[in-house]
């Protein structure tokens, strides 16, 4: 029997934040126990964010995610800036920590990771502005920035078109009650 082919499956915002809660949830429910990241690890996880609303990922689409947010951020430290926007920015201080820290999936580290935590991530902050010295960190510093400014606009614009849709749904809604009502459609 031949297996299914993995359907392509885009990522929200929210099932790769309910992912990175569930990868810290699994180290500290494994602790010291596990050594490394195992395929049963990400079973554990597609079945929690099942529970948590998020159906549509099986365990080779989270480990695809995660290895691939972790290699664009190695590539990142390499010099490759391309790829550091394959994550998405929010998680971005969350994945650096996570990898900085050398732990894997399934050991007990990975607890000390928190998301949003506004201390670390002005530690990460203060340590970028001591080295901003050279002209590449000046030029990533400006990509950030730049980067931050267009995910605000962005933000904007979704919403904007969301309430649009919203609105030329009603519209059809009631062209199809008065259809329905045998009234004029406008």
Request: net charge positive; aromatic share 10%.
């Amino acid at each position: 029997m031949k297996s299914e082919k993995l359907k392509r499956n885009f990522w929200v915002s929210a099932e790769i934040e309910c992912m990175l809660d569930l990868i810290k949830e699994v180290n500290n429910c494994q602790g010291a126990l596990s050594t490394s990241t195992t395929q049963y690890t990400f079973i554990q996880i597609a079945n929690q964010m099942k529970k948590r609303g998020f159906p549509n990922k099986s365990p080779t689409q989270i480990r695809r995610k995660w290895f691939q947010m972790k290699s664009a951020y190695l590539c990142y430290k390499k010099g490759n800036v391309d790829r550091l926007f394959l994550i998405p920015e929010k998680f971005r201080n969350d994945i650096a920590r996570f990898v900085e820290s050398g732990e894997k999936i399934g050991r007990s580290n990975l607890s000390t990771i928190s998301t949003g935590t506004p201390a670390v991530v002005q530690q990460t902050e203060e340590v970028l502005s001591e080295e901003d010295t050279s002209p590449m960190d000046i030029f990533l510093n400006q990509i950030r920035k730049n980067n931050k400014m267009i995910n605000s606009e962005f933000f904007k614009m979704e919403e904007s078109l969301q309430q649009f849709e919203q609105k030329c749904q009603f519209i059809r809604d009631k062209n199809i009650v008065k259809l329905i009502d045998g009234e004029n459609i406008i």
